[in-house]
Each structure stands twice: as C-alpha cells, then as structure tokens.
C-alpha cells in the first residue's frame, strides 16, 4: 500500500485533503492524523472491519482497548449508557482537550474497540485538524496513537512515516503536537473516579472535581504477572527506544557525579539547565521545573536515542508534580521500570 502524507497549513485552503481523508475513513481505511496529545491512527469507530485493520497496522495486542474521537457532545449519547452528573463538570471544563473519560458503554461500540470491557474511553479533541477530520466523516473516530506497537508514540507526521509507510492510506501532516504526550484517561464508570493514565488534565485538575481520586496503580507501579489491569494499556511495555533506560533517583548534583564517572558509552537525557554539569553526550529533554517542556520532547529524545545508536542511556528522575507525572509515568516505561536511587 501507497500511503500519501498532505501537509494541512490551513483548513480553508486544504479542505479538500480533509475531503479526501474523510472519504478513506468512511470506506474502511486507516488515516493518521494530529491530535493536541500525539498523532492518532484513526479508523470509523462504528465499523468493526476498520477498527481491526488498526490493531494489525500497529502489531497492537487485542485486548488493549482504543479511544473513540469525536468532534460535539451529540455524538457521545450514542455511544454511553449515561453521563454521571458530575461528568458534565468535567466535559465543560475540559473538553474539547487533552482527557478521556471512561464510561459505561452501548451495544453500539464494537467488541474490538472496547477488548471486552463493559466501558468506552472516549475523547473530544481540540486541534483543528482533528475535529475538521471526524466532522467531515460524519463518524467517531477510533484512534490509538499512530505508532508501532511498544515503540514512542509520534509527535510529528516524520514519526508516523517512520513507523507506518506502507501499512496505512494516509497521513495528514499538521506540524509538531502541543503536548507531546497522550491524553489523561480518568475512568468514571464506577463508584469513585480513577486516574488510569496521567496527562496533561492533571490529577490536581481532576481533583477539584473529584476530590476522592484514586491513582490507579499501575501509573507509577510495575503490574505483577496475572494481576488484572485496569487500563490494559498500562502492562505493557511502551514508549521504550532500542537503548537501555536508567532513571536516577538523585540531586542534580549527584547524578552529574554520577554520570560523569561512568566508565561506559552512555548519554544523558539531561534537562537543559543541567547540561553544563555534565561531561557525556547529552540530548536535552526540557527544563527540570517546566514538566510541561519535558512532555513536548520526551518522544522525540527517545527516539533520537536510536538515531545517535545509543545503546545505554541515564535520565534523572523528574518532578512528579502537575504535567510531571504524565512525564513520569511514560519514562517508567521507556526504562522497563528500572530505577536507581543515589544516597
Ligand atoms: P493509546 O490510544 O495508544 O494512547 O492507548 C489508549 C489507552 O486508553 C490505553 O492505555 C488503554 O488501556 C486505555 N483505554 C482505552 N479504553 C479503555 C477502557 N474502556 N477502559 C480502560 N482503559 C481504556
Ligand atoms: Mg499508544
């Protein structure tokens, strides 16, 4: 398969590509497309034959459930059982933007999308690109982010060629995303809510709504074999580039020490103001205080880890405050979970 990459530099002039993606969603393709999060691989969520081409374009194990996008609130009634009261809180606040909210879900949402699970995760998003997309379609969009299976999902549509060319129709290419990382996913669908994947809606956020919020506990902790996750997404292993991750739990001070006397090849992931400390190959990785700067490149640093053929990398360990944890939690994973403190 061809797969043809439009650039959209304006909605008005490039309606038609919008057109043309559109009519590939309606037939039954796959369109990769920019979100305000990471770019997605969107399919129409309605049509159980599209939703199983995304799984196999990605190599996406099957009971990793996907995120429906749509594009007005009307079209959420179709797809959940009931909005709890306080939810409509939320979507005022929130919505269109970077969350995603678990609901009890309808008949109506294929078995693949949702991997069994009685819910429905379900997204509006705010970039322009990504609402003309689902608007122009006429259908909600599933979509997971546009990469393959396990590696860092795409923050640019030069990331999504570099994993898709050749497995999809085609890629709307909107520029760099806002945030760099995926979207918060609170699940609502029981008695108290639950933060199942931190992002940029964070958890004090989520708590001025909910101020009984559980983090689940796969955000931060490595699931036991067998134990039941309540995202699925979260056991597996993600975001992760060829080189090994270490993360170091120290001051700034100590893991240049650190770093700086290791006898290996290695580089550093470093934070722009730790650079002078350190005497290693350095690729940046936003400013320690600024969670948020650290989001927007985190995905792409991991993958120019593989570009510079790294084969050994260090990272110090990053506030787990606001936008922090969503920064955290996607680090965690790059490095298999292995962490090491600095007394
Ligand atoms: P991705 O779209 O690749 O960012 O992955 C979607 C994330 O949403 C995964 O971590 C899924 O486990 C999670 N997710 C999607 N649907 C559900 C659901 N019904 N219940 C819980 N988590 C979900
Ligand atoms: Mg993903």
Known sequence: MQTKCFRIASLQQDAAYI?????????????????????????NALD??????????????????????????????????????????????????????????????????SAGLDTVAVRFPSNPIAKALIEASGVPIAAPSANLSGS????????????????????????????????TVVSIAGDTAHLLRPGAVTAEMLREIYPDLVISKAVLDKLEDGQKAESPGMKYKHY???????????????????VNTCGE???????????????????????????????????????????????????????????GLAVYNRLLRAAAFEVITLE
């Not at 057109?19 to 969107?42: D, K, M, N, S």
């Not at 795409?154 to 290419?173: K, S």
């Not at 690729?283 to 989001?295: D, H």
């Open 48 to 113: 159980e034959q599209a939703v199983k081409k995304i799984f196999l374009a990605k190599g996406r194990p099957q009971d990793n459930p996907l995120i429906v996008h749509i594009s007005s609130l009307e079209m959420l009634s179709p797809l959940v059982k009931e909005v709890p009261q306080k939810a409509n809180e939320l979507m005022r606040r929130y919505w269109p933007g970077p969350l995603t909210i678990v609901m009890k879900r309808t008949e109506r949402i294929p078995a693949a999308i």
């Open 152 to 183: 860092p999902s795409p923050t640019t549509a030069y990331h999504v060629m570099q994993d898709m060319d050749g497995r999809i129709e085609m890629v709307l290419d909107g520029g760099e995303c806002e945030f760099g990382v995926e979207s």
């Open 265 to 323: 090849d290695v580089y550093v992931l470093a934070y722009e103001e730790e650079v002078p400390g350190i005497q290693k190959p350095c690729i940046t990785v936003g400013y320690y205080n600024n969670p948020q700067t650290q989001a927007h490149e985190l995905f792409k640093k991991l993958r120019e880890l593989d570009e510079v053929g790294a084969t050994k990398a260090y990272i110090r360990a990053p506030r787990q405050d606001g936008m």
């Open 240 to 258: 992760a580039p060829k080189a090994h991750v270490v993360i170091v739990d120290a001051s700034a001070q100590d893991f240049a020490r650190f």
């Open 19 to 43: 057109q043309q993606a559109a009519g590939v969603i309606r037939a039954g393709g796959l369109v990769a497309f920019p979100t305000e999060t990471v770019y997605g691989l969107g399919a």
